[in-house]
């Protein structure tokens, strides 16, 4: 065979086969563009386990018209300019509208504020059509229809409906804890509604989030950490040994404000319970990593979940140290005798 370039189509879907895993990564993806156009709202619609429908609306900066058609043009970014090392916003790579778009029918509405109407833009695995005006309010609405319908050997591998809702619910929560300012609502035919309102600033609104969407019980049930060494800076809360789950979902990772499922961090709290609870139980822990992003890459992983340290024994010893402490001060580490 000769060697032949791969088409656009072609290098796009590769690209998916990384960063859109299931519909719960499109509406991470989504999410956190929203996120990073400074939103106060955030409405998520989904259909089908998210496989039919994924709408997301916000109140964001929005896109320009002449833009659109580089928002959903693969490796175009407003978010990053030439040092990787340099990543505030959640976004960077510009991959995830390429990638989306290559994947499912894609519908991108987005109106600026100095605009006097809507531009949408859409593309169907690959073909693109518009930006052609569109009447809406401010912001985009991100629009998501038949995803995986261009590669249907990755639409074999979804769970049910009923799975995928619950990682997309999952994948909200998880994000709107890091940002209490935003009011967060997840509805359409896959749920009853969930409206997460906004909360005030501070560790009182940090708070109040954690427990929409853990519960009224956590607040009494966990201490504050708050903790710094060398420039790395912890806070968040732990929750008393004696409420402990079945699995580590009700562990909660931010690095910079960006979820994180990293290994160092899970082993860490995992080693900060160990004398207080048993082996097959986990706390439920709501963690903050604020540092310098010179001393993070969160470049590691596609979907950004992993993160690698400049010092992990520094961040290990971090976690652990204060949360030992916490527990220790509160002097539930003596009263109790462990998990249920
Ligand atoms: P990235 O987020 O890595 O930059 P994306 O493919 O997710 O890449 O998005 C490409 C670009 O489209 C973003 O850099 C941003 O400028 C624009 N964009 C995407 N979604 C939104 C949104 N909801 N509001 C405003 N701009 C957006
Ligand atoms: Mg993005």
Redesign the pocket.
């Known amino acids: 065979m000769p060697i032949k370039q791969l088409t656009e189509t072609i290098i796009n879907q590769i690209a998916a086969g990384e960063v859109i895993e299931r519909p719960a990564s499109v509406v991470k993806?989504?999410v956190?563009?929203?996120i990073?156009?400074g939103?106060t709202r955030i409405e998520v619609v989904t259909a089908g386990g998210g496989k039919n429908l994924i709408r997301i609306t916000?109140n964001?900066?929005?896109?320009r018209s002449d833009?659109l058609a580089l928002?959903v043009a693969r490796h175009?970014?407003?978010?990053?300019t030439n040092d990787v090392h340099d990543i505030r916003?959640?976004?960077?790579?510009?991959?995830?509208?390429?990638s989306i778009g290559s994947v499912s029918r894609l519908s991108?509405k987005?109106r600026t504020s100095d605009a006097d109407s809507g531009f949408e833009i859409s593309t169907h695995g690959g073909r693109q059509d518009g930006p052609r005006p569109t009447p809406m309010n401010g912001?985009?609405i991100?629009e998501v229809r038949d995803l995986f319908f261009a590669t249907p050997a990755r639409l074999k591998f979804m769970k049910t409906d009923r799975a995928e809702a619950s990682a997309i619910s999952d994948v909200v929560k998880r994000i709107a804890i890091a940002f209490p300012h935003i009011r967060f609502s997840l509805a359409g035919s896959d749920r009853t509604p969930i409206e997460l309102a906004a909360t005030g600033a501070g560790s009182s609104g940090m708070l109040e989030r954690i427990s929409q969407v853990l519960g009224k019980e956590f607040p009494e049930n966990a201490i504050a950490i708050d903790a710094e060494r060398d420039g790395v800076r912890l806070t968040g809360f732990a929750g008393i040994p004696a409420f402990n789950r079945g699995n580590s979902l009700h562990q909660f990772a931010y690095v910079n404000g960006r979820p994180v499922r990293d290994k160092q961090i899970w082993g860490a709290i995992r080693g900060a319970y160990a004398d207080v609870i048993a082996r097959d139980r986990h706390p439920v822990v709501v963690l903050f990593l604020n540092l310098d992003p010179a001393l993070v890459d969160v470049n590691v992983h596609p979907a950004k979940a992993d993160v690698r340290f400049r010092d992990p024994g520094l961040v290990r010893g971090l976690i652990v140290g204060a949360i030992r402490e916490a527990l220790g001060q509160s002097g539930i580490r003596a009263a109790t005798s462990g998990a249920e």
């Not at 175009?76 to 990053?80: R, V």
């Not at 916003?89 to 390429?98: H, K, M, N, Y």
């Open positions: 993806e989504l956190e563009n929203s990073d156009a939103a916000d964001g900066s929005g896109i833009e928002a175009c970014t407003s978010k990053l916003a959640l976004g960077f790579r510009g991959e995830a509208l390429p991108l987005s912001g985009t991100a």
